[in-house]
């Protein structure tokens, strides 16, 4: 679990970064968990768009892509959220103050 200070941490180094996913009509399904499972592996730190094309409730799939990648919650804003999920602490890419 991260605390505030870490979150706003995750949050200034987000806010500069690209969608490493789009999420449209066709919702989340196993090929994108494992695409955004692949994507935590490398990085730790992703923003994923929704698309205006994608009819499901934008909270209901970021709490489905939360639990389904066992990663955890930094920012929903608008049609895109940043998620984080810690590597091994031997190989951390970001360090949480």
Do not use: C
Request: net charge positive.
């Amino acid at each position: 679990m991260i605390n505030p200070k870490q979150r706003a941490f995750l949050k200034s180094l987000s806010h500069s970064m690209e969608p490493v996913m789009n999420i449209g009509k066709y919702g989340v399904n196993d090929e994108t968990i494992r695409q955004l499972d692949l994507a935590l592996e490398k990085r730790e730190l992703i923003k994923i768009k929704i698309l205006n094309n994608n009819l499901d409730d934008n909270k209901q799939l970021v709490e489905l892509v939360l639990q389904k990648t066992r990663a955890e919650f930094v920012q929903h804003i608008g049609n895109k959220f940043v998620i984080y999920r810690r590597k091994r602490k031997d190989e951390n890419r970001i360090e949480l103050p």
